[in-house]
């Protein structure tokens, strides 16, 4: 409550300095980790944003008008969070907002849209209570409910695997959603969980709680961190001669988590959004066109943000004037959208109902494993 007396109070100071729209554009604003701790988040989302604009204003924009973007830096911060969501909706005036990568911004920023009544749509926050906050808020991914359903049936239906531990952030609203999802899946599934363990986000030692797991003889330890903490913890985890597979989520998915742990993650296992091995032609265009504009390949983060733009816009081309109570209205109308993340229906919690694939890292590459449907 603390905090949303905070928004409100924010919201008020800055509400009488909004811009005039240009009538000629669409104005959309983002909101994005670029710098500090989960950096990489926010630079492969702003990637797959610029890239799905610039496809669409070349392409004579939306119903003739042409998009035009502001993202601002939130830093990796929770303060900056509120504060660029407030100057986007009271300064700037946008009409829909591209929510952020995490689940735990993107419910701060979740609070200020509602409030003004600013449709957002998250691209890749995972946690069930960020669409709950109210009607104007969206997504364009799974949520955790099915990501931890997905990862205790791989593990005890793929790999037969039955004991297993867990390793979780306890301050991150994702890793103890997804963790506790996972628990009461695998247990439904015959399995068991011998330890919980945790640590916060910027803990740099994790041995006191790799010696507990390692006295438990488990079969596989879940850590559905983001990849900075995940990638010590790997690399600690075989200094103390722990053999057993990681498991993990989305937030494993960036090429830091390789440069930190190199080797040490090999055959382990994450659930994901996409895989860049994907057989489909909309994918395969994505992957290459990518590929050819950043010299690198396409992080998940970029696909779920490029989707997210098209998803967006296809809302926007659908109504017959373009204000936010429209755009609200035409997301929760969107049925069958086919991204190159896959395929996407909105459900009545706001929430895109797709599919999940499962990859194994050897070394810096994700390997496709299986898909899991909703």
């Known amino acids: ?28 604003g983002s909101y994005s980790p670029n710098t500090g701790a989960t950096a990489t988040f926010g630079q492969f989302q702003m990637n797959g944003t610029q890239m799905a604009i610039e ?35 009271s300064q700037d005036g946008v009409v829909a907002i591209l ?11 979740a609070q200020v849209a509602q409030q003004h009544k600013i449709p957002m749509l998250t691209s890749s926050a995972t946690n069930p209570d960020v669409t709950k906050i109210g009607n104007y808020i969206f997504r364009a991914c799974f949520i955790d409910p099915f990501q931890g359903t997905v990862m205790a049936k791989f593990m005890t239906e793929n790999l037969k695997l039955k004991k297993a531990a867990i390793l979780r952030d306890i301050k991150n609203d994702y890793s103890v959603g997804l963790s506790d999802i996972f628990t009461q899946k695998l ?9 919980d363990v945790s640590y916060q986000e910027g803990d740099i030692d994790f041995k006191s709680q790799l010696t507990a797991i390692k006295s438990k003889n488990v079969d596989a330890i879940f850590v559905p961190g983001y990849y900075n903490e995940v ?16 498991l993990g989520g989305d937030g494993w998915s960036s090429p830091k988590l390789y440069e930190i742990a190199k080797n040490s993650l090999d055959g382990s296992y994450f659930s994901n959004h996409y895989t860049t091995e994907s057989t489909d032609p909309k994918t395969i265009a994505f992957v290459k066109a990518y590929r050819e504009k950043y010299k690198e390949d396409a992080d998940v983060m970029a696909a779920l943000a490029y989707d997210a733009v098209y998803f967006m816009a296809e809302a926007i081309k659908n109504t017959t004037e373009v204000t936010p109570e429209n755009i609200r209205e035409e997301l929760t109308k969107i049925k069958d959208f086919h991204g190159v993340t896959g395929k996407m229906s909105m459900n009545e919690n706001r929430d895109a109902i797709k599919s999940a694939v499962i990859v194994q890292i050897q070394g810096p590459e994700y390997k496709y494993i299986t898909s899991i449907n909703p």
């Open 1 to 28: 409550m603390k905090k949303l007396v905070s928004v409100i109070a924010v919201s008020l100071f800055v509400f009488s300095c909004t811009k005039k729209a240009n009538e000629n554009e669409i104005l959309i």
């Open 99 to 109: 929510g952020e990568a995490t689940s735990g911004r993107s419910k701060i920023g």
């Open 231 to 246: 990638a010590l913890i790997a690399k600690q985890a075989k200094e103390l001669g722990i053999k057993q597979p990681l």
């Open 187 to 195: 247990k439904d599934a015959g399995g068991e969980i011998l330890i």
């Open 55 to 89: 496809e669409i204003n070349a392409a004579g924009g939306i119903n003739g008008k042409k998009i035009r973007h502001i993202n601002y830096d939130n830093k990796s911060d929770n303060d900056e969070t509120l504060a660029v969501v407030n100057r986007l909706i």
